[in-house]
Structure formats: C-alpha cells, structure tokens
C-alpha cells in the first residue's frame, strides 16, 4: 500500500482527513489505527516493520506545511527537542522521517490513557495527586536542563502507562533557550 493515492486527493480537497492512512504504509511504518490529532498533525499507532515493534507515528498536515512555511520548521524542532530528552517521564522520540510528502515523528507508544481521561474519571487521592506531580516535575526539570521549554502542558499531554506512570508527550510548541 502507498500513501500516494491518498495525497494526491488531499491537495485537490480542502479538508484533509488522514484517518484513510490507516492500513497504508509510510516508509518503514505500517499505520494499523488513529490515536489522535493534535494541532500540528494526527496520531497513529504504527507498527515498525524493520524492528516489529509497536510506536506512535505523529504526521504533519500536509495542508498545514503548504500554507505555512515555518510549519515544517516547528515540527522539526519539536523532534529535536524531545528526541535529545531521555527520561521515564518523557515520551521518547525515535526518529523523523518523510516518505511520499509526508512528514512524520516517530515516537515511543504508550499505552494507557491521558490523565485528563484519568480525571474526569474521578478524584485522585491526595498521595496519588503528589506522586504523578512529582513525576511531571521531574519530566519538566530534564527538559528545562536540557534548555527545552514544553510551552503546552495540559492534562491531555501526560500520558498514563498501565502502571500508572506519567509521561509528558507532545512538545509541538516546544522552545529551545540558551
């Protein structure tokens, strides 16, 4: 399967829809189902053929890339800034690619959920509040000595593990400082 079908379509309509990229291959990724879309792009999880292990693929809006040049700019910073944290608190970033057009950030697969589904599910016991804090600060404090500013922490963007640990994820408006 190719991703060329489908992008050629994409440029003649204007709403683009990359859920039809579930089931295709891009590059070295095989797409088996959308996780989410954010603002920069949509979020897959994708199996990695060379290594047969199971990732998140985020791919950049085409659209987006075409009518804002500096957008392509943005998405790469976000994958050099996440890619040079390593940390149990952070979702790792693999690698960034292109294939046929399109620009993608393959990152580390968390299974789970968001803590903002964790949330609205109910109250967290003061304890359980202080750890998952604790965790998040920890995450933040490896970026900020690495000079990475998340710029965009929300509940949506710490992801749970199933055993409970937050990982901070999607560092699209990451900022690099001196």
Known sequence: HSADRWLRDAVATPQEDLEVLVGQRVGMYELESLLGRGGMGWVFLGRHLQLNRACALKVLSPRL????????????TEGQAAASLVHPNVVTVHA???DQGLHFL??????GQSLQHVLEAGPIPPLR???????VAEGLSVAHRMGVIHRD?????????HQGIPKIADFGLAKRIQ
Do not use: H
Not at 65 to 76: K, N, Q, S, T
Not at 106 to 111: I, K, L, T
């Open 65 to 76: 890339v075409g009518e804002d040049p500096e957008y392509l700019d943005r998405f790469c």
């Open 96 to 98: 960034i690619g292109q």
């Open 106 to 111: 393959e990152m580390e697969f968390v299974p």
């Open 129 to 135: 509040s202080a750890t998952l804090a604790l965790g």
């Open 153 to 161: 922490l929300k509940p949506d963007n710490v992801l749970m593990t």
